[in-house]
T-cell receptor, first 114, second 115 residues
């Protein structure tokens, strides 16, 4: 098991609901990532936080709102999602710096939007 | 932008045989190439990586080769075992910076090893 945990592991929500995904890393890293994994598609990078500052936002719709209160925690707030947003959402962390820093992934949250 | 193509999308081999997965990348500035294994219900886990100043790297039954001129890299698994069955992803990254770097992933290969 990696040092990155995600909750909940499964989530079913309606299009009008508001929910949040949580990620916590216990590795002492200072960069955290949200990825979307849909069937038969490559992992899509959504957001990157480095030193608690958002450094990447890959044209993600505003119905996804990330939050990084500290270097160990990352949230993804969800509201008025669409059925096509159903996917596995993966969180990852790494040590930002000049090295080739491995990204450690959590187990993901399986999201279903009805 | 960077694009990574991965083939094949599915691969079935007999236990004990070798498996090869190939990836090509578009950005010649890419210089770090990790391979991830994702088992059912789990997140991807790094199994091996290679830097652009190295042509080949081996770790027990797993090896990766890199051809910078052709911009492609491959994963080789020898003496496959049923527990090697998983989805494998290649990725490419440019020179890292202080902001963590950005991995571009291939589409994934579902490997099935039949006993």
């Amino acid at each position: 098991e990696t040092g990155v945990t995600q909750t909940p592991r499964h989530l079913v929500m309606g299009m009008t609901n508001k929910k949040s995904l949580k990620c916590e890393q216990h590795l002492g890293h200072n960069a955290m990532y949200w990825y979307k994994q849909s069937a038969k598609k490559p992992l899509e990078l959504m957001f990157v936080y480095s030193l608690e500052e958002r450094v990447e936002n890959n044209s993600v719709p505003s119905r996804f709102s990330p939050e990084c209160p500290n270097s160990s925690h990352l949230f993804l707030h969800l509201h008025t999602l669409q059925p096509e947003d159903s996917a596995l959402y993966l969180c990852a962390s790494s040590q930002a710096g000049m090295g080739y820093n491995e990204q450690f992934f959590g187990p993901g949250t399986r999201l279903t939007v009805l | 932008g960077e694009n990574v193509e991965q083939h094949p999308s599915t691969l079935s081999v007999q236990e004990g045989d070798s498996a090869v997965i190939k990836c090509t990348y578009s950005d010649s500035a890419s210089n770090y190439f990790p391979w991830y294994k994702q088992e059912l219900g789990k997140g991807p886990q790094l199994i091996i990586d290679i830097r652009s100043n190295v042509g080949e790297k081996k770790d027990q039954r797993i090896a990766v080769t890199l051809n910078k001129t052709a911009k492609h890299f491959s994963l080789h698994i020898t003496e496959t075992q049923p527990e090697d069955s998983a989805v494998y992803f290649c990725a490419a990254k440019k020179r890292p910076n202080n902001q963590g770097g950005k991995l571009i992933f291939g589409q994934g290969t579902e490997l099935s090893v039949k006993p």
